[in-house]
Nanobody, 122 residues
């Protein structure tokens, strides 16, 4: 059972930056697709960024492309989301997750953690 713990959220002004971390245990991130998701109040959870398990190639939602950078540190078994040029609409609870290889999925239903709150003020 993979356990994931997000951290690094906080309050930041529009245009600012924030770096989120996700520490994993019980599994090796490099053997999973890694993903970042977010959910704003009253809205559905949405995909933000993904890292392919085999190649490490990243994929981003159009809304964050060019502003966010997802990465994975295999030695630390952690993943990160560097968020730059933040906008108020980025305000949400951010979650990391992992998906089984060969599935093309970046999450597993049982692995959702508590998330970390990101609030961007204008």
């Amino acid at each position: 059972q993979v356990q994931l713990v997000e951290s690094g959220g906080g309050l930041v002004q529009a245009g600012g930056s924030l770096r989120l971390s996700c520490a994993a245990s019980g599994g090796t991130l490099s053997t999973y697709n890694c993903g970042w998701f977010r959910q704003a109040p009253g809205k559905e959870r949405e995909f933000v960024a993904g890292i392919a398990w085999r190649t490490g190639i990243t994929t981003y939602a159009d809304s964050v492309k060019g502003r966010f950078t997802a990465s994975r540190d295999n030695a630390k078994n952690s993943m990160y989301l560097q968020m730059d040029s933040l906008k108020p609409e980025d305000t949400a609870v951010y979650y990391c997750n992992v998906g089984p290889p060969f599935t093309g999925r970046y999450y597993s239903d049982d692995y959702w953690g508590q998330g970390t709150q990101v609030t961007v003020s204008s």
